[in-house]
């Protein structure tokens, strides 16, 4: 499975040759929105559309504006809620969306930029678009990492940054690891497992979706030669001293945002003793890991477990307080 922005360019270009197309990005948000900017959705000529850019509020407009031909610009923008376009149902909270609004009309000149586009967000790296209103987008290039999407809008230019997505990387592959990979790429994130033994591979990689990469080298090693960028989980979910110690010895030295390491209240806090006794960290260096890692629902399950670990990191990944959701406690049962 890949994230929802992905299949609408992947949508996209199996309809490029056929139709006419609306290709429209979520430039910013005002109030309360249920998408972000970024998020995208491609409508063709019939109505027939991928994505969304509300959660339901502004597309049935959308498809009717399109019907009347309101939207016949190769580019413009269109705003959503006060001061814009009446919605069919009012935006929540009376939250105000901007969105690019790209026509895209059949032929290779649309298949070579939705091509770009794509190789861009498989490739996870941030992209930069660039366009004069009315006119059609001119530039469109990988740009340097950047963890949020954003529009910078002069006059009638406009330089949209989309974001790279964020990344989750697993040490050692585990029951729980192989369910943590499959939700983490399901949820949108570049996912990336790390397992240098045959026989585990033997095992559990057949059972990883498609879409996740798999690096058969030790865990600690590809983090050292590697590292991170700041939108970066990093789990160790095996058990494993060996694994899971070294791992979190180097992950402490990069800028990921989150890193956890599966064990029981007791197992943790003797791992936190170890690294710093034996690993030579600094208490502020080990304040850094989840440990237990989750939040607490009650998890028994691996299924249940990773569930609890990826909601917990994509609280953190969206900002949400600790203050606003349950932590994570003593889940020896769940986490022996």
């Avoid at 309101?70 to 919605?87: D, H, K, L, M, N």
């Avoid at 230019?157 to 990979?181: D, H, K, Q």
């Avoid at 057949?206 to 970066?232: K, N, V």
Wanted: hydrophobic share 40%; with cysteine.
């Amino acid at each position: 499975m890949h994230n929802l922005d992905e299949q609408v360019i992947s949508t996209a270009l199996t309809w490029a040759e056929e139709s006419p197309l609306w290709l429209c990005t979520v430039l910013s948000t005002y109030g309360s929105s249920p998408r972000q900017p970024g998020a995208m959705m491609v409508i063709r000529e019939d109505g027939r559309y991928c994505g969304s850019l509300s959660g339901g509020c502004v597309e049935e407009s959308f498809l009717t504006r399109i019907s009347d031909a309101v939207f016949s610009a190769a580019s413009q923008i269109v705003r959503y809620g006060e001061g814009g376009f009446a919605p069919d149902r009012a935006l929540p909270c009376g939250g105000v969306l901007d969105i690019l609004v790209e026509k895209l009309l059949p032929g290779i000149a649309a298949t070579d930029y939705l091509q770009r586009m794509q190789q861009a967000m498989i490739s996870a790296h941030s992209l930069e678009k660039r366009l004069v209103l009315p006119h059609a987008c001119h530039v469109v290039k990988p740009s340097a990492y950047a963890s949020h999407t954003f529009a910078q809008i002069k006059g009638a230019e406009v330089v949209l940054t989309l974001s790279a997505p964020p990344r989750v990387i697993i040490a050692g592959l585990s029951n729980v690891a192989l369910y943590c990979a499959n939700f983490a790429l399901a949820l949108g994130f570049e996912t990336l497992v790390c397992e240098h033994s045959e026989e585990v591979l033997l095992n559990l990689a057949g059972d990883l979706d498609s879409g996740i990469t798999l690096i058969r080298q030790f865990p600690a090693a590809y983090l050292e030669r590697e590292g991170c960028h700041p939108g970066t989980a990093i789990l160790s979910l095996t058990h494993d001293p060996r694994i899971d110690d070294l791992t979190m010895m180097e992950a402490v030295n990069l800028p990921a945002f989150y890193i956890g390491a599966m064990g029981s209240m007791n197992n943790s806090q003797r791992r936190k003793e170890r690294l710093v006794r034996i690993g030579d960290l600094e208490p502020r260096q080990v304040s850094r890991i989840h440990a237990p890692v989750g939040i607490d629902i009650g998890s028994k399950t691996p299924a249940e477990i990773a569930l609890s670990i990826m909601a917990d990191i994509v609280r953190y990944k969206n900002g949400v307080c600790r203050s606003e959701v349950a932590t994570a406690h003593d889940v020896s049962a769940a986490h022996p």
